[in-house]
């Protein structure tokens, strides 16, 4: 690490890679028609037994054998890896090209970080930064509250709902939302009962690019956002329900606030209390469930693997809540000066192979639910927003610890090349820091996460046995010294730590900080694995039939932010 703060290899890690560099260019011309392969990059071969080996990564079409690994490693004299390519990478390369896409995908064709920072002079450069046109306040309105509160935390996918049922079913005036995804027929029903009586007002801000209903999985029921949820509550309530589409930087919107995603999931009920999350308004997120009720159903198999773990606080607290509505009501007010509209994109439907038995460890323990923790006093939180004030916090907080730092979120993704936002080099440089200096650092992805994002933390000297992979993990939590907590909806990458519209909280309370780490040593210990995804999903085109020992679903059943 420089002291410039730019994230460098070191001489041994470039030196090692150096047979791989000499013989990429001539595997690439070698492959370059062969029919399946997607990308060859660097990257690393990870044996079940010692470090990890500099190896040339051949990424090719899920279900297919277009090389031969042996004879790959035999004629160039390095090491090989042969790996299902990721939905980025196939979507890139084969269908989206230069077309604007949905947030977690790449909008240009795929560029290996890894060999920017082998080949880049050492520096590490990110995908090219796009910041919105938004302005945050010259005088920010974010301050830290340390006063008397009563508040609620809990977990998806075990309490997530109920607890949002019960936030949604105290409305007396009026509801303030700003929200990514609203598409769960069980929210949507508590919505309209809590909104609709007469008096009652609703103003939402919506992320611009409704998805596209899943037919299969956790999302199977889910409405179409702008025919079963916003046209039904503008039927109702006339004027009393206020709504616009959040606006995003683009080709055809230039102007547009953010840079590629309203993320954020806050509601306001009455001005008086806060519902703040890690998850959309999707099944997927808040599952209908109610398992600490007696006589409540079996939760369905695989609970905690197919329905995402999530983080939410309800808090009662004027102060908390009369900062966040003022945030979304300047949202409403700057997006509908900007007449944004919804800009639906159909992502194709993926093939994914069908599901294998749970595996023998998935037995080895009894599923441990965790009911929510209750608290009613003095505590001390910082409101967090972006644009606005979270990179700077987040960086504090990561340099403040002196014993751990737990991490937990969708992903550490770094893409292609051009300038990057100095706010995540640091942070990701901040994080990396804390492991040399011998603290207890551990970080949870989703399984789902780019193999290559891995590689490129072991290349920055991660040590491989701090990273593992949690499947339906969606909550983006920093747990530091056991008695410091963040989480929201934050994503780590170049726009989502820093041009985005998200919202977070750090909670300085030691009672919050053992509850989740409970819940974090648990995913950490039952539910992670030391490997992402083996098999990946592969993008299904148009009219194509379902290969044998595949089903079709929809993207969203797959992936989400």
């Not at 790449?106 to 938004?134: C, D, M, N, Q, W």
């Not at 995804?181 to 007469?198: E, G, S, Y």
Request: glycine share 6%.
């Amino acid at each position: 690490m420089s002291e410039a703060g730019i994230l460098k290899l070191s001489d041994e890690v470039s030196k090692d890679f150096g047979p791989i560099l000499q013989s990429l260019g001539r595997v690439r011309q070698a492959l370059n028609k062969v029919a399946d392969v997607v990308m060859v990059r660097p990257g690393y071969h990870l044996p079940d037994q010692g470090g990890p080996v500099p190896a040339i990564v051949v990424a090719v079409i899920p279900g297919t054998i277009p090389v031969s690994i042996f004879k790959l490693t035999e004629e160039y004299k390095v090491p090989f890896r042969v790996t299902d390519a990721t939905v980025e990478e196939q979507l890139a390369v084969t269908i989206l090209k230069d077309r604007p896409i949905a947030y977690n995908l790449a909008t240009a064709p795929v560029e290996s970080a890894l060999e920017t920072l082998l080949t880049g002079r050492g520096v590490i450069a990110f995908v090219a930064p796009k910041k919105g046109a938004y302005q945050p306040l010259k005088l920010p309105n974010l301050p830290l509250v340390n006063k008397r509160m009563k508040l609620t935390i809990c977990v998806s996918p075990e309490a997530g709902w109920r607890e949002l049922e019960v936030f949604l079913a105290g409305t007396k005036k009026r509801l303030t939302v700003a929200m990514y995804q609203f598409t769960a027929p069980h929210i949507f029903k508590a919505i309209k009962r809590a909104v609709t009586p007469a008096g009652r007002t609703f103003e939402l801000v919506l992320h611009p690019v409704p998805e596209k209903p899943p037919r299969s999985g956790v999302k199977a029921h889910d409405l179409n956002e702008k025919t079963g949820v916003l046209r039904p509550l503008s039927k109702v309530m006339k004027r009393r329900f206020t709504m616009s589409w959040a606006t995003l930087k683009s080709k055809t919107h230039p102007n547009g606030l953010w840079a590629s995603a309203y993320h954020i999931k806050v509601a306001v009920r009455d001005g008086a209390s806060v519902w703040l999350s890690s998850g959309n308004w999707q099944s997927s997120n808040q599952p209908e469930v109610y398992p600490f009720n007696k006589g409540s159903r079996r939760l369905p198999a695989g609970f905690q693997r197919k329905y995402n773990r999530d983080y939410h606080a309800i808090i009662d607290n004027e102060e908390l809540a009369s900062v966040y509505e003022m945030y979304i009501k300047r949202d409403y007010e700057l997006t509908k000066a900007q007449t944004g509209k919804a800009q639906p994109f159909a992502l194709p439907d993926l093939f994914v192979r069908l599901e294998e038995r749970e595996t023998a460890l998935a037995f080895l323990h009894p599923m441990k639910l965790f009911p929510p923790l209750r608290l009613e006093r003095r505590i001390k939180v910082q409101p967090l927003l972006s644009p606005d004030n979270y990179a700077e916090y987040a960086l504090k907080l990561i340099e403040s610890a002196k014993k751990s730092v737990w991490f937990q979120n969708q992903y550490i993704n770094f893409r292609g090349t051009g300038e990057d936002f100095a706010a995540f080099r640091l942070l990701v440089e901040a994080l990396k820091r804390q492991t040399t200096k011998g603290l207890d650092v551990r970080i949870i992805c989703r399984d789902m996460m780019k193999e290559e994002s891995m590689d490129v933390l072991i290349a920055l000297g991660f040590p491989r046995e701090v990273i593992r992979f949690q499947p339906a993990c969606h909550n983006k939590c920093i747990i530091v010294d056991g008695h410091t907590v963040m989480f929201g909806s934050h994503n780590w990458s170049n726009e989502g730590v820093f041009a985005n519209r998200d919202a977070s909280l750090i909670f300085f309370d030691k009672k919050i900080a053992e509850y989740l780490s409970a819940v974090y040593n648990y995913d950490w210990e039952y539910l992670a694995t030391a490997m992402p995804v083996a098999a990946r999903p592969r993008i299904a085109k148009p009219r194509e039939k379902t290969p044998l020992g595949y089903r079709r679903v929809a993207y969203s059943e797959v992936f989400e932010d």
